[in-house]
């Protein structure tokens, strides 16, 4: 069965330090691969995606995101947080094959500081 | 202007009382999604439709029920609403690119 999993309920960092929002997952076959964000009063958007090719993967607001398929993981990155960015994040799976469901993770909050 | 509308936006209702949210999108895409948002559970796939007349349970489907008979419309059916179906529900759509765009949300209490 697909699962995701976010570990940190919560992320901190300070404005303009480096952050990561972690994220593994388990699906049969290869996954595709997904982030959105949750910014208060303005719905869910989009990020990025990992479908195919390079692991390394770069997306709206100066987020990436590295794939790694021998530890299943698909985290999200940034190298300067705004703290702007501070928001709900979320990770989602699908399964290439055999089906077309979407699991989302369970999100993770992220507090960039000034 | 892009976008998928739901309504209502904000709903409280009584157990039992059979209530439908209207989701509608204007991209002509055919994959069409509803979740539901509760705290610390992320978002939870109700059903999914790949196009009209086709429509399949996500995680979560007891309790809803949905139709596809048009391309730009995928209503959410609760026909015997329970407390435990409170909830922040959100209708998306999906490009061939395999981006979701979701709808502002709906706020359902059932008392």
């Known amino acids: 069965a697909q699962s995701v999993a976010q570990p940190e309920d919560q992320v901190n960092v300070a404005e303009g330090n480096p952050l990561t929002v972690k994220c593994t997952y388990s699906?049969?076959?290869?996954?595709?691969l997904f982030w959105y964000v949750q910014y208060p009063n303005r719905g869910l958007q989009f990020l990025l995606k990992?479908?195919?090719?390079?692991?390394l993967v770069k997306g709206s607001y100066g987020f990436e995101a590295e794939f790694n398929k021998s530890q299943t993981s698909f985290h999200l990155k940034k190298p300067s947080a705004l703290v702007s960015d501070s928001a709900l994040y979320f990770c989602a799976v699908r399964q290439n094959t055999g089906g077309f469901k979407t699991i989302f993770g369970a999100g993770t909050r992220l507090f960039v500081k000034a | 202007e892009a976008q998928v509308t739901q309504n209502p936006r904000y709903l409280i209702t009584v157990t039992g009382k059979k209530l439908t949210v209207t989701c509608s999108q204007n991209m002509n895409h055919e994959y069409m999604s509803w979740y539901r948002q509760d705290p610390g559970l992320g978002l939870r796939q109700i059903y999914y439709?790949?196009?009209?007349?086709?429509?399949d349970k996500g995680d979560v489907p007891e309790g809803y029920k949905v139709s596809r008979k048009e391309k730009r419309n995928f209503p959410l059916i609760l026909e015997s609403p329970s407390p435990n179906q409170t909830s922040l529900y959100f209708c998306?759509?999906?490009?061939?690119?395999?981006?979701?765009?979701f709808g502002p949300g709906t706020r359902l209490t059932v008392l």
């Open positions: 439709s790949m196009n009209v007349e086709v429509t």
């Open positions: 699906v049969s076959g290869n996954p595709y």
């Open positions: 998306a759509t999906e490009d061939r690119a395999y981006e979701q765009f």
């Open positions: 990992y479908i195919t090719g390079d692991n």
